[in-house]
């Protein structure tokens, strides 16, 4: 499978901004089966009863991912994201993929307040973390849509979904197991997770949020069933430290820097993986204060991992405190 999307070394762990921080529970593993592989430069796990046959998914799971990866990974110089940011101001004819991607990306950068920003790929880039070459200065009202175009204002002006491209690469994967006729699956694309249904035992399935600490329990199990989706954006597993700080992959629109307020890790859950993915990216670009008053206004279920001192608090919103064990 390609791996431009997303690179798992630190420094180049661009991906699909939204960390892989979440695992599923091995709780009942003796009842589990399930299919893996490699996508976007992380892994993927197709989970369900030993006894039901997923193997038949592969080849169908593997192309999505990969005409996705063709289409959306700013690491290829042939993409049709890489193409767009290429060309001068004017508008341009897209796919119809692209085009919806596009669109969920402003209206998160519209709600949002600028915290999600589908042209931060340069500040991304100079930060360390990704491929996007383009001016520094991020202005997502400079992009527009209009019957099958994309539009830009800038020549320098560059797109760059991989705040909710995975989410959608997820959806579309569960949509495929759906449609196929299966159901109590839960599938896992690099930490982000999908559920279909429940457990095989008839509990909902268990997930645990990984620890934002090295070599810690779980701080929270949560609930999936019925289509329910969770992403985490954080600083663990894409950062580095230079001069005892930590600059993680994240940026903050309004500084143009890494995120660095205090929080650890954003989770979210909803019915969908894409917003999901999307409003974990913003609310950690926000930081706590503005992006708790953000998932307050927008009935966002999340939970907000904050440093204290050696150790962290968390400040939940939304439904997600009924959706923990």
């Not at 529970?25 to 997923?54: K, M, N, V």
């Not at 909902?204 to 990984?210: N, S």
């Not at 708790?292 to 439904?319: C, D, I, M, P, W």
Request: hydrophobic residues 40%; charged residues 20%.
């Amino acid at each position: 499978m390609n791996d431009h999307i997303l690179r798992p070394t630190r420094r180049h762990a661009l991906g699909m901004i939204g960390a892989a921080l979440v695992s599923p529970r091995a709780a009942h593993a003796d009842a589990l089966g399930g299919i893996s592989g490699a996508a976007f430069g992380t892994t993927w796990r197709l989970i369900g009863e030993s006894r039901t046959d997923l193997e038949h998914m592969r080849p169908d799971i593997e192309a999505l991912f990969t005409a996705i990866d063709r289409q959306m990974s700013p690491w290829r110089k042939d993409s049709e994201i890489s193409q767009f940011n290429k060309m001068i101001a004017g508008w341009y004819p897209a796919d119809p993929e692209l085009i919806h991607l596009t669109k969920k990306a402003l209206e998160l950068a519209r709600a949002s307040k600028g915290a999600f920003d589908p042209t931060v790929g340069p500040l991304v880039s100079q930060w360390g973390f990704g491929p996007i070459e383009g001016g520094r200065t991020p202005d997502w009202r400079g992009l527009s849509l209009s019957a099958g175009r994309i539009g830009k204002t800038r020549d320098d002006l560059t797109l760059d979904l991989c705040g909710i491209a995975k989410g959608r690469a997820l959806d579309r994967a569960v949509g495929l197991i759906r449609d196929a006729g299966l159901d109590n699956v839960l599938f896992d694309l690099g930490g982000e997770l999908k559920a279909l249904g429940r457990h095989p035992s008839g509990r909902p399935w268990h997930v645990g949020v990984q620890h934002p600490l090295v070599d810690q329990a779980a701080p929270a199990t949560l609930l999936l069933t019925d289509e329910w989706a969770v992403a985490t954006s954080g600083v663990r597993s894409q950062s580095y430290e230079l001069a005892q700080r930590t600059y993680g992959h994240i940026i903050n629109p309004a500084t143009g820097a890494p995120a660095d307020e205090g929080l650890l890790s954003v989770t979210v859950m909803g019915n969908d993986a894409m917003t999901a993915d999307g409003w974990a990216t913003a609310l950690f670009a926000a930081g706590l204060a503005k992006g708790r008053a953000l998932a307050h206004k927008h009935g966002v279920s999340a939970l907000f991992l904050v440093r204290n001192g050696t150790s962290f608090r968390s400040v939940k919103t939304g439904l997600i405190e009924t959706m923990i064990l």
